[in-house]
């Protein structure tokens, strides 16, 4: 795993690297720190990582602009920050976790846990997913997705206005970050239960999910049970 800190007090990046070095152990192949959202963005773009930890501060500046641009590729960003009131602004670019300084070692591990957890977080409070296409960064309203589908290290977003965009993050990952309106009902497929009008059986054991009037999905057996459950209640 190939880890970017970006954080200008020396000491507390010298303590966040002692720490994940001592949480992730041998899982860690790569560790780099930045000091300025500049160079943060030029190690992004140079060695780009499989997990940002970032502050939301650095000497002054605003870090949400590197926040927007990083919510729209393939890694997961932990917000590591002494302003706790930006946590909520935070969770609304899908970022995996907002830690507080002062911080632990145990809450650090817990953050990090999340990356291994498979289950959607109930408290994921994600508001939009954010998309680079054609050198731009645009924003998705979670209400426009109809459903998401893997597509390999990718994730193909369908709209409903017919769009069709393509996400740098995948499925699983996608999973973590996704409020719980969100539901797996495939290896291949998440979508969106705003847009769910019936489950329908088409042969033995084999069931389609509709979404509006003309989209039908494929509901996997092992997701059967907890599919009806859920729209049982």
Request: include cysteine; charge should be positive.
């Amino acid at each position: 795993m190939r880890i970017l800190i970006v954080e200008d007090a020396k000491t507390v990046a010298n303590r966040i690297i002692r720490l994940t070095r001592e949480i992730l152990d041998t899982e860690i192949t790569d560790i780099q720190c930045a000091g300025s959202l500049d160079e943060a963005q030029d190690l992004i773009k140079k060695f780009p990582p499989d997990l940002l930890l970032l502050d939301l501060n650095l000497h002054g500046k605003d870090g949400y602009g590197l926040l927007e641009d990083t919510a729209s590729q393939s890694f997961h960003t932990i917000i590591i920050s002494a302003y706790s009131d930006q946590a909520i602004r935070a969770f609304e670019f899908g970022v995996l976790d907002f830690v507080p300084k002062p911080f632990s070692k145990e809450r650090l591990a817990h953050a990090f846990h999340r990356l291994k957890d498979d289950a959607t977080p109930a408290t994921a409070v994600t508001k939009f997913l954010v998309i680079r296409t054609c050198g731009k960064t645009e924003r998705i309203d979670l209400g426009n997705i109809l459903y998401v589908k893997a597509a390999g290290s990718y994730s193909e977003i369908y709209l409903n206005n017919g769009k069709c965009l393509t996400h740098c993050k995948t499925l699983h990952k996608l999973s973590q970050i996704l409020p719980s309106t969100f539901i797996r009902t495939h290896k291949s497929y998440l979508i969106n239960l705003k847009y769910f009008t019936q489950l329908e059986k088409i042969g033995d054991h084999k069931y389609i999910i509709e979404l509006g009037p003309s989209i039908s999905l494929p509901l996997s057996r092992n997701q059967l049970n907890k599919f009806k459950k859920l729209i049982s209640n």
